[in-house]
T-cell receptor
Framework: EAQVTQNPRYLITVTGKKLTVTCSQNMNHEYMSWYRQDPGLGLRQIYYSMNVEVTDKGDVPEGYKVSRKEKRNFPLILESPSPNQTSLYFC??????????FGPGTRLTVT | GENVEQHPSTLSVQEGDSAVIKCTYSDSASNYFPWYKQELGKRPQLIIDIRSNVGEKKDQRIAVTLNKTAKHFSLHITETQPEDSAVYFCAANGAGQNFVFGPGTRLSVLP
């Protein structure tokens, strides 16, 4: 089954404790993205990747890091999380068409 | 960069009536305009999209129109049903692989 998976689905952490949210897709897609979703703001792109070792900033990259060492994986790293990073995070992937497939989401709370 | 506005933010219609959601974008280079439906607690799902070389696209009860000159596009849902109740997002592809989403419209279909 073609899918995008994310882990963990829910995470509560404290300010400053490094965390990683994993994202994996099994569709051999070149493009992968991370979004955060906040009430009234829609989805905002954090980072995207066009292929292995090729990443670029989206609209809200501050406080986040990503890496793309393998085509199927695109982890999101928060080196020092802060309360304003409390949000719902979605990973997405797409092939050569523009249609994006979203993961199930990760709800992050930073206290 | 690209900026996408979406109206209205909330919309209530009677079952069987039509619903229209409108979006405007700023970057004349954008050429792909998807619409996503997000049910409560779920991931966004693509329901219809349109490319800049097409003025209108229809899929059963859902249609999208695009006016490139005015830089706006609209989602039309006819014969609405309770299961159409959800949050709808429009989006446009900005520079590179950057996707910009509108803030969303909460559609309620009243029985």
């Amino acid at each position: 089954e073609a899918q995008v998976t994310q882990n963990p689905r829910y995470l509560i952490t404290v300010t400053g404790k490094k965390l990683t949210v994993t994202c994996s897709q099994n569709m051999n897609h070149e493009y992968m993205s991370w979004y955060r979703q906040d009430p009234g703001l829609g989805l905002r792109q954090i980072y995207y990747s066009m292929n292995v070792e090729v990443t670029d900033k989206g609209d809200v990259p501050e406080g986040y890091k990503v890496s793309r060492k393998e085509k199927r994986n695109f982890p999101l790293i928060l080196e020092s999380p802060s309360p304003n990073q409390t949000s719902l995070y979605f990973c997405a992937s797409r092939g050569q068409s523009y249609e994006q497939y979203f993961g199930p989401g990760t709800r992050l709370t930073v206290t | 960069g690209e900026n996408v506005e979406q109206h209205p933010s909330t919309l209530s219609v009677q079952e069987g009536d039509s619903a229209v959601i409108k979006c405007t974008y700023s970057d004349s280079a954008s050429n792909y305009f998807p619409w996503y439906k997000q049910e409560l607690g779920k991931r966004p799902q693509l329901i219809i999209d349109i490319r800049s070389n097409v003025g209108e696209k229809k899929d059963q009860r859902i249609a999208v129109t695009l006016n490139k000159t005015a830089k706006h596009f609209s989602l039309h849902i006819t014969e609405t049903q309770p299961e159409d109740s959800a949050v709808y997002f429009c989006a446009a592809n900005g520079a590179g692989q950057n996707f910009v989403f509108g803030p969303g419209t909460r559609l309620s279909v009243l029985p």
